[in-house]
Nanobody
């Protein structure tokens, strides 16, 4: 079955950095666009960043531009989210997800496969 497994979350102080990884298996990873989402306590899940099948096109929500970088290594079936200058408001469970296209990178409903999430907590 299709599997997406996130790792790299943890507790970090404000201003620090984390690198999240999402390892994919049992599907044609190279044919899918990937996204990172997050869900903070009491809030709805939101898009954070997206990347096309080749890694040539990336998108970010305004609140993370200049701080977060999404990338992928198709040889390793892995997508990454480098998070720098972390803020307490970045605290959330972070999810990776896959979809067979890039036209609507920001739409949660377009993503077909989901990981279980990894907790990121940023302290003041």
């Amino acid at each position: 079955q299709v599997q997406l497994v996130e790792s790299g979350g943890g507790l970090v102080q404000a201003g620090g950095s984390l690198r999240l990884s999402c390892a994919a298996s049992r599907f044609s990873f190279n044919n899918y666009a990937m996204g990172w989402f997050r869900q903070a306590p009491g809030k709805e899940r939101e898009i954070v960043a997206g990347i096309d099948w080749s890694g040539g096109t990336t998108n970010y929500i305004d609140s993370v531009k200049g701080r977060f970088t999404i990338s992928r290594d198709n040889a390793k079936n892995t997508v990454y989210l480098q998070m720098n200058s972390l803020k307490p408001e970045d605290t959330a469970v972070y999810y990776c997800a896959a979809r067979p296209g890039t036209k609507t990178w920001y739409a949660l409903a377009e993503y077909r496969y989901w990981g279980q999430g990894t907790q990121v907590t940023v302290s003041s």
